[in-house]
Every structure is written in structure tokens, then in C-alpha cells.
Antibody, heavy 121, light 114 residues
Framework: QLQLQESGPGLVRPSETLSLTCTVS??????????WGWIRQPPGKGLEWIGS???????YYNPSLKSRVTISVDTSKNQVSLKVSSVTAADTAVYYC?????????????WGQGTLVTVSS | SSELTQDPAVSVALGQTVRITCQGH??????ATWYQQKPGQAPVLVIY???NRPSGIPDRFSGSSSGNTASLTITGAQAEDEADYYC?????????????????FGGGTKLTVL
């Protein structure tokens, strides 16, 4: 059964780069059938899509975050990575990775449990 | 601010029917997707492509759409349905703040089962 697990530092300093990894187990990240997405949720607030990627390299980004976000795939480690540069307190959130299907890359069928990242000095 | 608009809170008596709505320009072109999120948990997909349920989602959940409004209906709400519900859709509109394909989320609706 496919499972997703987010990991990374729980605390990031303002102006630095937030880096998270989503490790996929029970299946291959290299399947042409899937896209992999990142979504975040500030404490007590709603969900915000960050971006999505196919292992072949095609990506979609949230226009409001595009200038600071990079999503990549490491097929050798079966991982999807997220980097958000120049972070501020507004980037404090629970970050989720999720799996979609290529035919509906915008629908998140399976989610990881999420990881809380706090931006603070 | 969200490009999809949802009522912040809705309540329903146990066993009754409730409709949660979502409005936005993108819904004229793309189907709505609905997620349920309970406190401290990751969201769960409950409706996709307007009115399709993933395996394991009770058939009391259904979706519909008309014009720029999508709806999630729970027929015979149960106590375990109390949660936040988010609508989302694909959007390909080009505006001052966006270009190309992207995903938009509604602000969420908190459902209380009385």
C-alpha cells in the first residue's frame, strides 16, 4: 500500500530556505501514472496548493509562490523535494505531500500525515 | 484570498441533509473536488470530478454543479461527518496574479452536526 511521509526541519530562520522531503513507500515515484503535489496549511487556516510535479519533470506551481518555490524528484531515493526560499513567518504551516493521477493532476487522492514547519528566529 | 468562495460555517441536525456550496469562476470550466479534514488529521478526498466517490467514502456524500457553483451534499449526516470541508478545482485563467494551469482551494466550511 502506497504511503507518503514528509520530513525536514521543524524550525527555519526567516530569510532562509525551507527544505522538505516526501518519501514514497510501497510504490514507485517513477510511475508515469502519477503526479506528486505539495499543499500547506497555516495553523488554524485553510489549505493552499504549492505545486505539483511528474517524475518526468513537468511541473505546475502556485503563481503566488512560483518565484520562491522549487519542486523536484529524486527517483533513486523515491523522494519528492520542496524548497521555499526567503521564508517569512507567513510560511509557517503544516506541509503535506500528496499523490495524484496524471489524468487528473489537480486531484489529491492520497495524502501524507504532514509536517509542521515554523519560521522563527 | 481564495478564488473559490465557501461559507465559513454550516450546521445540520443529526440525520438531516446538508449542502455545502462553493462558488468560483473556475467551476464554469472545471469540476469541483471536495476534501474532508478532521482536527489534527490530513485531508481526505471525498468527491472528485464533480460526483465520484473514492473507495471507502459512504454513499451519503454526493456532489453536483450548476454554473459557477458546486455543492457537496451529505444526506443523513452522521456525527462523524463533523469536520472542515474544502472545495478545489483546476484553474487555467490568466490574470494579474496568475498564468497557466494551477489549483485553487476554497477557504473551507466548518460543518457542525447538532
Amino acid at each position: 500500500q502506497l504511503q507518503l511521509q514528509e520530513s525536514g526541519p521543524g524550525l527555519v530562520r526567516p530569510s532562509e530556505t525551507l527544505s522538505l522531503t516526501c518519501t514514497v513507500s510501497g510504490g514507485s515515484i517513477s510511475s508515469s501514472s502519477y503526479y506528486w503535489g505539495w499543499i500547506r496549511q497555516p495553523p488554524g487556516k485553510g489549505l493552499e496548493w504549492i505545486g505539483s510535479i511528474h517524475y518526468g519533470g513537468n511541473t505546475y506551481y502556485n503563481p503566488s509562490l512560483k518565484s520562491r518555490v522549487t519542486i523536484s524528484v529524486d527517483t533513486s531515493k523515491n523522494q519528492v523535494s520542496l524548497k521555499v526560499s526567503s521564508v517569512t513567518a507567513a510560511d509557517t504551516a503544516v506541509y503535506y505531500c500528496a499523490r495524484t493521477y496524471t489524468s487528473s493532476w489537480h486531484t489529491f487522492y492520497l495524502w501524507g500525515q504532514g509536517t509542521l514547519v515554523t519560521v522563527s528566529s | 484570498s481564495s478564488e473559490l468562495t465557501q461559507d465559513p460555517a454550516v450546521s445540520v441536525a443529526l440525520g438531516q441533509t446538508v449542502r455545502i456550496t462553493c462558488q468560483g469562476h473556475s467551476l464554469r470550466s472545471y469540476y469541483a473536488t471536495w476534501y474532508q479534514q478532521k482536527p489534527g488529521q490530513a485531508p481526505v478526498l471525498v468527491i472528485y470530478a464533480e460526483n465520484n466517490r473514492p473507495s471507502g467514502i459512504p454513499d451519503r456524500f454526493s456532489g453536483s454543479s450548476s454554473g459557477n457553483t458546486a455543492s457537496l451534499t451529505i444526506t443523513g449526516a452522521q456525527a462523524e461527518d463533523e469536520a472542515d470541508y474544502y472545495c478545489t478545482s483546476r484553474d487555467s485563467s490568466i490574470s494579474r496574479d496568475s498564468s497557466g494551469d494551477h489549483v485553487v482551494f476554497g477557504g473551507g466550511t466548518k460543518l457542525t452536526v447538532l
